[in-house]
């Protein structure tokens, strides 16, 4: 009996000895691990370290690393207050040669990634490529309140940051077959909150995210600002050519069943819905700078060139205003037009669609807040002439709505009212024609002289060319017809109105007839 103690003791000895010896050795192999196997171009610092090979916990405190280019140029620094891995299966790793893990937590890691010029990015030595014959799977990886911000080396700023960055990705299997592939691992799902999100546009225009959130495929954007850096008049002075000044909140934006990912080579974004609410757009242009003479694409041209396959099935905007307000000299203030109540849905937006699945644009407002207005655009994003259908109609269209921008951009205010305009008219990238047909009475013009004046000769003359609306067909409207040759240095926005316009001209000065 005396001898089985002692044995059985010798025995327990032995064993927490070797618990002991297996522990140390664990975490010698670990601090080993992270102080020398790490690439040469990573240099990490660490205020403690933690190892329990019996729970395969893996932790350091106060973590700090810095990843250099292979020209030796900072590319990213990240610090965190905690950095743990949780459930690393040593049996597995041995016996199968299999990376299990249960979780991967970050906890407040402060990441700056530094953007250099193409140039000082040019890669010095070998391409070969690294063999990965490893089975990686990790149950969760968290990210916990963290921070990103990218940083523009030669001009010195910040062009993107984010902050409360909460993440976590689920069911992650990386291996020789999934790291050759653009996403190099599988996922199951995936959770992403974050506030205060800030990225220069161009060197103009910002955007500002107060909140995002991303989970089961909605995402989720509220307090959306886009706007532009500079005041009105100070934009005027850094352009040569025409800018629009630009400001736009929108409360939130919703997208339904997001995917997105690799085909092949090419990425894509695939919604299967989305919602605006209330929008607030405000545009205005300063026609004081000399026109910017670029080509201007057609809508159907520029989501045929997109750089990505992108797929949104519909578009909803609900509850906006728009307004847009155009300088045209020193003397006088900006003449404005404005649309209220603007709701709109566009379907089948993208370029991935087949020939004849068209992308239909549907809007309807209320014009200087009192005109009914609607308007449907309809295009094949697969015809090279970018040909397009678009039809509209005003209602209750009071000419004194319209005076103060007349006055500040044309020097002329108009009078009278029209009941109804009804539009339609079909073209392509070159030039456009169709129907325009209006009920109105006693509509006139009054063109104004430098003073802001009445000149009465010149309205006299005017007038004599415009039909009062007298003459009509049975149902009481005057036709006319739509003829217009795009020029290609303005936007569609002016190929839509110059097309409008000639129809309008057309009507009140022809005769009226069908």
């Not at 449907?376 to 000419?399: K, P, R, Y």
């Given at each position: 009996?005396?001898?089985?103690?002692?044995?059985?003791?010798?025995?327990?000895?032995?064993?927490?000895?070797?618990?002991?010896?297996?522990?140390?050795k664990f975490k010698a192999e670990v601090i080993l691990a992270v102080d020398t196997k790490l690439p040469k171009n990573i240099k990490l610092e660490y205020a403690k370290i933690h190892a329990n090979v019996f729970t395969g916990t893996v932790g350091l405190d106060s973590l700090s690393a810095k990843v250099f280019?292979?020209?030796?140029?900072?590319?990213?620094?990240?610090?965190?207050?905690?950095?743990?891995?949780?459930?690393?299966?040593?049996?597995?790793?041995?016996?199968?040669?299999?990376?299990?893990?249960?979780?991967?937590?970050?906890?407040?890691?402060?990441?700056?990634?530094?953007?250099?010029?193409?140039?000082?990015?040019?890669?010095?030595?070998?391409?070969?490529?690294?063999?990965?014959?490893?089975?990686?799977?990790?149950?969760?990886?968290?990210?916990?309140?963290?921070?990103?911000?990218?940083?523009?080396?030669?001009?010195?700023?910040?062009?993107?940051?984010?902050?409360?960055?909460?993440?976590?990705?689920?069911?992650?299997?990386?291996?020789?077959?999934?790291?050759?592939?653009?996403?190099?691992?599988?996922?199951?799902?995936?959770?992403?909150?974050?506030?205060?999100?800030?990225?220069?546009?161009?060197?103009?225009?910002?955007?500002?995210?107060?909140?995002?959130?991303?989970?089961?495929?909605?995402?989720?954007?509220?307090?959306?600002?886009?706007?532009?850096?500079?005041?009105?008049?100070?934009?005027?002075?850094?352009?040569?050519?025409?800018?629009?000044?630009?400001?736009?909140?929108?409360?939130?934006?919703?997208?339904?069943?997001?995917?997105?990912?690799?085909?092949?080579?090419?990425?894509?974004?695939?919604?299967?819905?989305?919602?605006?609410?209330?929008?607030?757009?405000?545009?205005?242009r300063d026609k004081r700078v000399a026109d910017d003479m670029r080509i201007k694409n057609m809508y159907s041209k520029m989501l045929r060139d997109f750089p990505i396959d992108l797929s949104i099935h519909r578009l909803d905007l609900s509850n906006g205003n728009v307004t847009y307000a155009e300088r045209v000299?020193?003397?006088?203030?900006?003449?404005?037009?404005?649309?209220?109540?603007?709701?709109?849905?566009?379907?089948?937006?993208?370029?991935?669609?087949?020939?004849?699945?068209?992308?239909?644009?549907?809007?309807?407002?209320?014009?200087?807040?009192?005109?009914?207005?609607?308007?449907?655009?309809?295009?094949?994003?697969?015809?090279?002439?970018?040909?397009?259908?678009?039809?509209?109609?005003?209602?209750?269209?009071?000419?004194?709505?319209?005076?103060?921008?007349?006055?500040?951009?044309?020097?002329?205010?108009?009078?009278?009212?029209?009941?109804?305009?009804?539009?339609?008219?079909?073209?392509?990238?070159?030039?456009?024609?169709?129907?325009?047909?209006?009920?109105?009475?006693?509509?006139?013009?009054?063109?104004?002289?430098?003073?802001?004046?009445?000149?009465?000769?010149?309205?006299?003359?005017?007038?004599?060319?415009?039909?009062?609306?007298?003459?009509?067909?049975?149902?009481?409207?005057?036709?006319?017809?739509?003829?217009?040759?795009?020029?290609?240095?303005?936007?569609?926005?002016?190929?839509?109105?110059?097309?409008?316009?000639?129809?309008?001209?057309?009507?009140?000065?022809?005769?009226?007839?069908?």
């Amino acid at each position: 009996m005396r001898w089985s103690k002692k044995i059985i003791s010798l025995f327990l000895i032995v064993g927490i000895g070797g618990l002991f010896f297996i522990q140390n050795k664990f975490k010698a192999e670990v601090i080993l691990a992270v102080d020398t196997k790490l690439p040469k171009n990573i240099k990490l610092e660490y205020a403690k370290i933690h190892a329990n090979v019996f729970t395969g916990t893996v932790g350091l405190d106060s973590l700090s690393a810095k990843v250099f280019s292979a020209d030796k140029n900072l590319m990213t620094t990240l610090e965190a207050k905690h950095f743990k891995i949780d459930g690393f299966s040593v049996w597995q790793f041995l016996l199968h040669e299999t990376i299990a893990i249960d979780n991967i937590i970050f906890t407040q890691p402060q990441l700056e990634y530094y953007n250099y010029s193409e140039k000082q990015w040019e890669q010095k030595g070998t391409t070969a490529k690294t063999s990965f014959n490893k089975e990686v799977i990790i149950d969760n990886v968290s990210v916990v309140n963290g921070a990103l911000q990218v940083k523009d080396v030669d001009a010195d700023q910040i062009v993107a940051s984010v902050n409360a960055i909460d993440f976590s990705i689920s069911g992650l299997q990386l291996n020789a077959e999934t790291i050759a592939k653009k996403i190099p691992f599988n996922y199951q799902d995936y959770h992403l909150s974050t506030k205060q999100l800030f990225t220069n546009l161009s060197a103009y225009e910002v955007l500002i995210i107060d909140n995002l959130s991303l989970k089961n495929e909605v995402l989720q954007l509220k307090n959306i600002f886009l706007e532009t850096k500079y005041s009105k008049e100070i934009l005027s002075t850094k352009i040569e050519v025409e800018r629009d000044h630009v400001t736009l909140r929108i409360p939130e934006l919703i997208i339904d069943k997001l995917d997105f990912g690799f085909h092949k080579d090419v990425f894509f974004v695939t919604v299967d819905s989305a919602k605006i609410e209330q929008p607030n757009l405000s545009i205005y242009r300063d026609k004081r700078v000399a026109d910017d003479m670029r080509i201007k694409n057609m809508y159907s041209k520029m989501l045929r060139d997109f750089p990505i396959d992108l797929s949104i099935h519909r578009l909803d905007l609900s509850n906006g205003n728009v307004t847009y307000a155009e300088r045209v000299d020193a003397t006088t203030q900006a003449g404005e037009l404005f649309f209220k109540s603007v709701n709109a849905s566009i379907t089948n937006l993208g370029n991935t669609y087949k020939n004849g699945e068209k992308t239909k644009i549907v809007v309807r407002s209320n014009f200087m807040g009192k005109a009914p207005m609607h308007l449907n655009i309809d295009f094949d994003v697969t015809n090279q002439q970018d040909a397009f259908l678009a039809s509209g109609a005003f209602e209750n269209f009071h000419a004194k709505i319209v005076n103060s921008f007349f006055e500040t951009n044309l020097n002329a205010k108009a009078e009278g009212e029209i009941e109804q305009i009804y539009f339609t008219f079909s073209g392509n990238n070159i030039n456009a024609k169709g129907d325009l047909k209006m009920k109105y009475e006693a509509f006139q013009f009054q063109i104004l002289n430098n003073r802001n004046k009445v000149n009465t000769f010149l309205t006299a003359i005017g007038n004599v060319f415009v039909n009062d609306g007298s003459k009509t067909d049975k149902d009481g409207y005057r036709n006319g017809e739509i003829g217009a040759n795009r020029n290609t240095t303005k936007s569609f926005f002016n190929y839509l109105w110059i097309n409008v316009q000639s129809g309008l001209i057309s009507t009140l000065t022809g005769k009226g007839s069908k």
